[in-house]
């Protein structure tokens, strides 16, 4: 499988979820490119903000 980028232009919020529920939270999001790599075993993320910043779940602990 070629690496391929898609432009997400329209999304604005990235949630990753697992079984633990929400670990990461980005808003505020001007375009978001998808990456497949690796002969498709590795998906990248590349954010664009515009003014926001990471928020950590609220429902997990801090340490």
């Known amino acids: ?6 432009l997400m232009d329209k999304v604005t919020r990235i949630e ?4 633990k529920g929400r670990e990461y939270v980005r808003h505020n999001c ?3 490119e998808i990456a497949m790599q690796d002969d498709g075993r590795t998906l990248k993320l ?4 515009a003014s ?3 928020r950590p779940d609220p429902s997990e ?3």
């Open 16 to 19: 990753v979820i697992s079984e």
């Open 61 to 63: 602990p801090t340490s």
């Open 1 to 6: 499988m070629p690496d391929t980028i898609e």
């Open 30 to 32: 001007n375009s978001v």
């Open 46 to 49: 590349f954010l664009n903000r």
């Open 52 to 54: 926001a910043q990471d």
